[in-house]
């Protein structure tokens, strides 16, 4: 993108001033929560849906690259900017429409997740998937990428809710899915959810909300063998309790967690749970839960039951990821999935994995569905560092798959997987995948460089994955 056609561009929009082409004051833009980066030729801080449209046509009139970005919070380089491409933002498109009647939220993918659920709740409504961003990240984003939460156990994730979709093509038609054409055919809405991007641009969401639930008790539990507390899940699982959340921490982020915010007196320990109940029943779940932990040796536990207290304890788990960004030079933080009967195996070989590396590896996740995040840190951003990083990363991948499990629980492929693909998917699958792409963006401008690799997206070869 040159400098003729971003004046040409601007003169096409709403507020020309959206439109930046100095990045200068911008840096945030040039990359996500991954230590991925890429400058844009320009950036447009969309307006309206009519911005969005324009520069969709200008681009696939220029032949211009167009990456869609919500808060830049993702875990997968997936709103990074292709080489000289436009970078459209989709933050400012905010509409926020409560109709509590239908228990419906019409909403822009600016719309930040902990707006929509303060405002739901104002009407005794919630709306569940609650990734740990949800105070920054978007619900534009959270569609991109599928993403779950902490709550994802009981409730679904972000694809559960989604009633209907407004999504601007290439070529600047306005797809219309679900609530938003009341028609039969094909669920194309689905085909968008978790696309990353790459088929079209979302501008207009309704998203089913649900009774406000009782709280119940929150109970941390600290074990001294990470393989004890993820048994502990696999049992809890098996036993039929479906706890509103359960999340797991092994020893190192949970100790990365209290260094960086104290907000719980247990002592260095290999791994912790945090449970939260249903409110109906939920001391009966308690109790259930803590019998299970205590036949699987748990060497500490606490409930509450009052929300300000329970808070403090849920606080361990908020801080984690933060907290282990900043004890290192390089992270870089994976979230593989495997069935929950696999969880302690899973489990454990990222234990083995700390102890063969001379990395930091530790690891936390929704243990409820078997999604876990494993970091890989390094004192300093080396060379040497990261070629141990893609090493290790490598390893993890393979072993993931070999237990049956999936490459993404919730962060999506973006840059960071897409090389990974044929671990996971056939031929069938990836050419299938490749025509999808072909029908909603044949000249391949929409996030070209994310989630299936160009030779797959050019149809380079029908056989297995090219390594790029």
């Not at 290999?270 to 803590?290: N, R, V, Y």
Request: proline residues 5%; negative net charge; glycine residues 10%.
């Amino acid at each position: 993108m040159n400098q003729s056609q971003v004046d040409r561009l601007r003169q096409q929009l709403s507020e020309p001033r959206s439109l930046i082409a100095d990045l200068s004051d911008f840096e945030k833009y040039c990359h996500d929560a991954t230590s991925y980066r890429g400058i844009p030729a320009a950036l447009l801080l969309a307006e309206t849906v009519r911005d969005v449209i324009a520069a969709v046509k200008f681009c696939c009139a220029e032949s211009i690259a167009i990456t869609a970005r919500g808060a830049g919070t993702g875990l997968s380089g997936g709103c990074i900017v292709s080489p000289g491409g436009l970078l459209l933002s989709t933050e400012k498109l905010r509409r926020l429409d409560i109709v509590p009647e239908r228990q419906l939220a019409l909403c822009g993918p600016g719309v930040i997740t902990k707006e929509l659920q303060d405002a739901a709740a104002k009407h005794g409504l919630t709306y569940p998937p609650d990734p740990a961003s949800y105070e920054e990240s978007t619900l534009g984003g959270n569609v991109a990428e599928n993403a779950g939460g902490l709550r994802c156990k009981r409730f679904g994730v972000t694809k559960d809710y989604v009633l209907g979709l407004e999504a601007i093509m290439p070529d600047g038609r306005c797809l219309r899915t679900g609530y938003f054409s009341e028609n039969g055919g094909f669920s194309l809405g689905d085909l968008l959810i978790g696309s990353e991007g790459t088929l079209a641009i979302v501008t207009n969401i309704a998203l089913r909300l649900i009774d406000l639930p009782e709280r119940g008790i929150t109970i941390l539990v600290a074990f001294d063998s990470p393989r004890n507390a993820a048994q502990a899940v696999s049992d809890i699982n098996t036993s039929g309790l479906i706890p509103t959340v359960m999340e797991f921490l092994d020893g190192d982020a949970a100790a990365c967690s209290n260094e960086y915010e104290k907000s719980e007196e247990f002592e260095r320990v290999a791994a912790i749970l945090l449970l939260e109940t249903s409110g109906e029943g939920g001391g009966d779940q308690a109790e259930e839960i803590q019998r299970i932990c205590e036949q699987n040796y748990c060497s500490y536990l606490r409930s509450e039951s009052d929300p300000s207290r329970s808070e403090n304890l849920w606080r361990v788990r908020r801080n984690v990821s933060k907290a282990v960004k900043a004890m290192a030079g390089l992270r870089i933080s994976e979230d593989v999935a495997v069935p929950n009967s696999q969880f302690p195996a899973l489990v454990q070989f990222v234990a083995e994995m700390n102890r063969q590396s001379r990395l930091r590896i530790n690891c936390f996740g929704h243990a409820g569905d078997g999604n876990l995040h494993v970091n890989f840190l390094a004192p300093a951003d080396t060379e040497a560092d990261r070629a141990e990083v893609e090493k290790w990363v490598d390893v993890l991948m393979r072993k993931t798959t070999e237990l049956g499990g999936t490459l993404t629980g919730e962060h999506g492929i973006g840059l960071a997987k897409k090389q990974y693909l044929d671990l996971e998917f056939g031929p069938a699958a990836l050419t299938v995948m490749r025509q999808v792409k072909e029908v909603f963006d044949p000249t391949c401008l929409f996030n070209p460089d994310k989630l299936l690799p160009q030779q797959i997206i050019r149809g380079d070869g029908a056989g297995p994955l090219d390594k790029p």
